[in-house]
């Protein structure tokens, strides 16, 4: 950061490194073999259309680049939108490691055609023994991970629950460490 920068306010936001996305697949097995904390098999991409053309065909090859991949891994793929205008890639699979290549797929194809800063998050599905439901959320533009866990009725988190997996997983996964980031995804598809 230059002097000006600090000057007037202005901050570098952090390289992101695309390994970190990968992390997920250690965690899981400490999630799984210390807390009895399972992947549901989903993941998804979730970003910001545009209503271009190109954005459109590149959207439509990625949808085709993971349902042909998938075929090989038994990675399935379907595509939503919700109630903000935003756009939900979800992948299904009961390997955690092919959902992570398939996320990864999404990410990297919408970076090459231009639209890497359309990309909100990338969203993990788990649950504990309960079958409460546990998400991680990997916010790209920060290459940092934490956790969401809805409790209860409507809209209402556990952030303590949210704060205990976040210490527990420090030394798995890279988290963010400003906890207003840390924002709920409610109403996901996965």
Same mark, same amino acid.
């Given at each position: 950061? !230059? +002097?000006?920068?600090?000057?007037? !306010?202005? &901050?570098?936001?952090?390289?992101?490194?695309?390994?970190?996305?990968?992390?997920?697949?250690?965690?899981?097995?400490?999630?799984?073999?210390? =807390?009895?904390? *399972?992947? &549901?098999?989903?993941?998804?991409?979730? +970003?910001?259309?545009?209503? /271009?053309?190109?954005?459109?065909?590149?959207?439509?090859?990625?949808?085709?680049?993971? &349902?042909?991949?998938?075929?090989?891994?038994?990675? /399935?793929?379907? /595509?939503?939108?919700?109630? +903000?205008?935003?756009?939900?890639?979800?992948?299904?699979?009961?390997?955690?490691?092919?959902?992570?290549? !398939?996320?990864?797929?999404?990410?990297?194809?919408?970076?090459?055609?231009?639209?890497?800063? &359309?990309?909100?998050?990338?969203?993990?599905?788990?649950?504990?023994?309960? *079958?409460? %439901?546990?998400?991680?959320?990997?916010?790209? *533009? %920060?290459?940092?991970?934490?956790? +969401?866990?809805?409790? !209860?009725?409507?809209?209402? %988190?556990?952030?303590?629950?949210?704060? =205990?997996?976040?210490?527990?997983?420090?030394?798995?996964?890279?988290?963010?460490?400003?906890?207003?980031?840390?924002?709920?995804?409610?109403? /996901?598809?996965?």
């Amino acid at each position: 950061m !230059g +002097f000006l920068d600090a000057l007037l !306010g202005k &901050r570098k936001v952090a390289k992101v490194a695309p390994d970190r996305l990968f992390a997920i697949t250690t965690a899981s097995v400490a999630l799984e073999s210390a =807390q009895d904390i *399972k992947h &549901r098999g989903a993941a998804a991409v979730v +970003f910001q259309p545009l209503a /271009t053309g190109d954005f459109q065909q590149i959207a439509s090859d990625v949808e085709e680049l993971v &349902r042909s991949t998938g075929a090989e891994t038994g990675t /399935t793929v379907e /595509t939503s939108s919700d109630a +903000f205008g935003y756009r939900w890639f979800v992948l299904r699979d009961d390997d955690i490691e092919d959902l992570a290549v !398939g996320v990864n797929a999404v990410n990297d194809a919408l970076a090459v055609g231009g639209y890497s800063d &359309r990309i909100l998050c990338a969203l993990f599905a788990f649950e504990d023994a309960a *079958k409460a %439901r546990i998400y991680f959320v990997y916010n790209y *533009k %920060r290459g940092s991970w934490y956790p +969401f866990v809805p409790a !209860g009725g409507a809209q209402q %988190r556990s952030n303590e629950r949210e704060l =205990q997996l976040k210490a527990q997983l420090t030394g798995e996964l890279p988290f963010e460490a400003e906890l207003e980031r840390w924002f709920p995804l409610w109403g /996901t598809p996965i």
